[in-house]
């Protein structure tokens, strides 16, 4: 089965220099769905694609013409009590004006006057009386003869049938997705079908291909309607998130842009071992394509350059086998990146190539000739302050930190330090680049427990970092 060509762009530039984002507001806060993940990930989707302001309202009772005024598209994952007369008139005079409306999933059953089963559990049979204008404006309303509704959940596929329409232009013919298949919509004549989904017999179904994804002309607006996106899953699918945004954007414009292919995401290789953590430090890495690997010696018993962009080191050993450290030194002087984190830095202190050449500094777990052992000492508050212009402190400004001080460490003067801290417990340099001109090394002393893995901006120092080393 051939998937849909084009993809969610994660994150797309803006649009070009000086062009307008389209503004979208969200009608949101009611439905039989749970809006309360549903929505954000919409709202992330919108943003995500680089063309859109986003802005969500969860009372869409009292909105106005004039609150409406500078949006370009209303989005609705709303299903629940009416709006009232002036805002239900504002919003059909804003579509009709030329604007655009999207109407997601359970939106498409709103205000048809049949009951609403339960918004976890608060709303069970609420009847409101219908509002025609709205299944009018996107395309369907459900019914009670036949029965609009659907059978159990289950994986099908969704057919391209509009070939030439903005929206699905340039699309491969089909794609998968496992969500509620909506059936018997009661449509009005005027809509154009883009996709489509047979009903299978054998789930209670209709045994007919049943629209799903439609546009509709209401006035001199245009409004996009999607039956997909029961929950969070199901909006997962790249296959939702794609006719979503192009549907929104031509709700918005007439137009939809093609997409390139999303950029190649960092390769990551996370070494651990030889020291306790928390399992916060994982979250460190999402958006990044990564493996984790417990100890050197495991992750570098093969060649590994062409698998990975950057290894970060997260770990505390000391020997290495012969074949694993060739490994690990080819993968450095093959131009890899590396990113040094917290305890890391005590490493091979037996290996100066590593200590003194690749990571530009060292932890003394012990005394050596007259160089007494480190000191590390827990819950100490740093002021994390910014020392240098590099592209791993972008967004990065000065902070506050608890976090474990090393001190008595050997720092090479070679290397361009980019943050310190001014405390007895420690050593000024908190975070540098290392000069090793075969490599992106960048080391960082921070990051001993959940405390600095949930900090927004050592997330950010730490992905910087990681994006760098590996020349992304």
């Known amino acids: 089965m051939r998937r849909w060509l084009a993809l969610l762009l994660l ?21 039989n769905h749970d809006w309360r993940t549903t929505t954000p990930f919409l709202r992330q989707c919108l943003l995500d694609a680089g063309r859109f302001d986003v802005r969500v309202v969860e009372e869409p009772a009292g909105t106005t013409a004039a609150t409406l005024a500078g949006y370009d598209v209303i989005v609705s994952d709303y299903n629940g009590a009416r709006w009232g007369a002036a805002t239900e008139q504002a919003v059909e005079e804003f579509v009709r004006s030329g604007k ?46 036949p029965p609009t509704g659907h059978g159990p959940r289950r994986v099908f596929t969704v057919k391209r049938t509009a070939h030439l329409h903005p929206i699905t232009q340039g699309m491969g013919e089909s794609f998968t997705i496992s969500d509620e298949l909506y059936r018997n919509f009661a449509l009005e004549p005027n809509i154009e079908v883009m996709a489509t989904a047979y009903d299978d017999p054998k789930f209670s179904g209709s045994g007919k291909d049943e629209p799903l994804l439609w546009t509709v002309r209401y006035g001199g607006g245009r409004v996009f309607h999607t039956a997909l996106g029961h929950d969070l899953s199901a909006m997962r699918e790249p296959g939702f998130v794609d006719t979503f945004v192009r549907g929104t954007e031509w709700a918005a414009t007439g137009t939809a842009n093609e997409r390139p292919k999303p950029a190649a995401r960092t390769r990551l290789l996370v070494v651990t071992g030889g ?29 590994v350059r062409d698998q990975y962009d950057a290894v970060l080191f997260y770990n505390l050993e000391q020997t290495l086998p012969d074949a694993s450290r060739r490994n690990l030194r080819d993968f ?67 902070f506050h930190a608890q976090e474990e001080a090393y001190k008595g460490l050997w720092i090479s003067p070679e290397v361009k330090v980019l943050l310190t ?52």
Request: zero cysteines; a neutral charge.
């Open 11 to 31: 994150a797309a530039p803006l649009a070009a220099a000086g062009t307008r984002p389209l503004r979208v507001l969200i009608f949101s806060g009611r439905n």
């Open 100 to 145: 655009g409306f999207v109407a997601v999933h359970a939106a498409s059953y709103a205000f048809g006057g049949l009951p609403v089963l339960g918004e976890h559990q608060t709303r069970t049979n609420i009847v409101e009386p219908a509002w025609p204008a709205y299944g009018k404006m996107v395309g369907a309303h459900w019914t009670t003869t």
């Open 275 to 303: 020291h306790a953590y928390e399992t916060s430090f994982y979250s460190l890495f999402d958006g990044f394509d990564w493996s984790h690997v417990e100890g050197v010696d495991q992750a570098f018993r093969k060649d």
């Open 332 to 398: 450095v002087e093959g131009g890899k990146g590396v990113v040094v984190l917290h305890h890391a830095i005590a490493n091979f202190n037996g290996w100066p190539w590593w200590y003194r050449d690749v990571v530009g500094g060292k932890y003394f777990l012990k005394p050596e000739s007259s160089t007494p052992a480190s000191t590390y000492k827990h819950d100490q508050d740093f002021v994390v302050r910014v020392a240098a212009k590099h592209p791993i402190l972008a967004g990065i400004s000065e």
């Open 421 to 472: 801290v001014d405390h007895p417990a420690a050593d000024p340099p908190v975070a540098w680049v290392s000069p090793y001109a075969k490599s992106r090394v960048a080391v960082i002393l921070l990051g001993h427990d959940h405390a600095e893995h949930e900090h927004p901006t050592f997330r950010q120092l730490v992905g910087n970092a990681v994006r760098w080393a590996a020349g992304k």
